[in-house]
């Protein structure tokens, strides 16, 4: 009992939190959700990203949250070399407490990045992002404090939603970038960004809520030890409203053949999410595509609730290249 006393505070401690988006611990794996100025910031011709998240398994679909994006550089042959002008669109379904409130979103990002030397290896660029957003409550799911009444449960509640069921929105992303060589071979970079700048209303009740911006920075970089041996590491830093998160992590790559513009390589590392969670990640990378694998390990007070499972996340990036094309590293982790 004590169990579900304590995951029923959690919950309500979340929702006075007022409306923070949904996230990922692979935030490195879902460039479009975290800056869009990633975007088109890659070495390839085409890039698809997607991510799957179950927060908190242990409780039915509290949290499920899936993404998916493509982004794709454009008008290379008319503009300057070592410049990247960058597309792509994304969306994001986010479902909480078993779906009686579902997030579904579709976003258009732009991106354009400036070299900063002949070589391109130092460039920095700013993206923007229009997003539309539709919020649905399904009320039959949920329980109120007037169904209980002397003559026990009764299933029906006088509370309605003044505004509909439905709440549809537009929202302003942007972010800045920059992305930097000292070889060639290595890559380290540095980004901003902020979302729901233009504070959308959000309210199925008659109270006005306004979404609040969420400000992101992160860090992070890819650094060959050897031929075979790099290191890959990141750093983000977010605040919504009043709650904040800091995570930070490393993963050790192996890679079979060095030098092919498609290496295969498998990756082994750990981020942490400082005060709540322990986060191991394994991945494959062949032909292109990269697969993630990682399991948050609760280590918060919430952990005797949770059985300290705090949730498994896949992420999927493949890079279309081509047979010759090898660039300049761009942000990788």
Not at 78 to 103: C, E
Not at 140 to 168: H, I, P, R, S, Y
Not at 190 to 210: C, E, Q, T
Request: some cysteine; aromatic content about 12%; hydrophobic content about 35%.
């Amino acid at each position: 009992m004590r169990k579900y006393f304590l995951l029923v505070s959690a919950l309500m401690l979340t929702g006075l939190l007022k409306a923070q988006d949904p996230h990922f611990s692979q935030f490195f794996a879902s460039p479009l959700t975290l800056n869009p100025a990633f975007t088109g910031k890659f070495d390839g011709s085409w890039r698809l990203a997607a991510n799957h998240r179950d927060q908190w398994p242990s409780i039915p679909k509290a949290y499920v949250t899936t993404s998916a994006s493509v982004d794709f550089p454009i008008l290379k042959k008319r503009i300057p070399a070592g410049d990247v002008f960058g597309i792509g669109i994304s969306g994001v379904s986010d479902a909480s407490a078993n779906s009686a409130l579902k997030l579904n979103y579709g976003s258009l990002s732009l991106s354009y990045h400036k070299a900063l030397d002949e070589d391109g290896y130092h460039t920095i660029g700013a993206g923007f992002q229009g997003t539309y957003s539709s919020m649905v409550l399904d009320i039959t799911k949920l329980t109120f404090e007037d169904m209980l009444t002397q003559n026990g449960f009764t299933g029906t509640t006088a509370d309605v939603l003044t505004n509909g069921k439905n709440q549809n929105y537009f929202d302003m992303n942007a972010g800045l970038l920059y992305s930097g060589s000292s070889n060639g071979s290595n890559n380290f970079y540095l980004g901003a960004s902020m979302y729901h700048i233009n504070r959308p209303k959000v309210s199925f009740k008659d109270k006005n809520w306004y979404l609040s911006g969420r400000i992101t920075v992160h860090a992070g970089g890819s650094f060959p030890v050897s031929d075979v041996v790099a290191v890959n590491t990141s750093i983000i830093h977010q605040i919504q409203n009043k709650a904040s998160e800091t995570t930070l992590g490393a993963a050790l790559s192996l890679t079979a053949n060095p030098g092919e513009v498609n290496p295969t390589s498998v990756y082994i590392g750990s981020w942490y999410r400082f005060n709540d969670a322990v986060i191991p990640y394994v991945g494959l990378e062949f032909l292109g595509l990269r697969i993630g694998v990682s399991y948050d390990i609760n280590t918060s007070s919430l952990k005797a609730a949770t059985g300290s499972r705090g949730g498994s996340e896949v992420s999927i990036i493949y890079i279309r290249r081509k047979v010759e094309q090898k660039g300049i590293p761009c942000p990788k982790f």
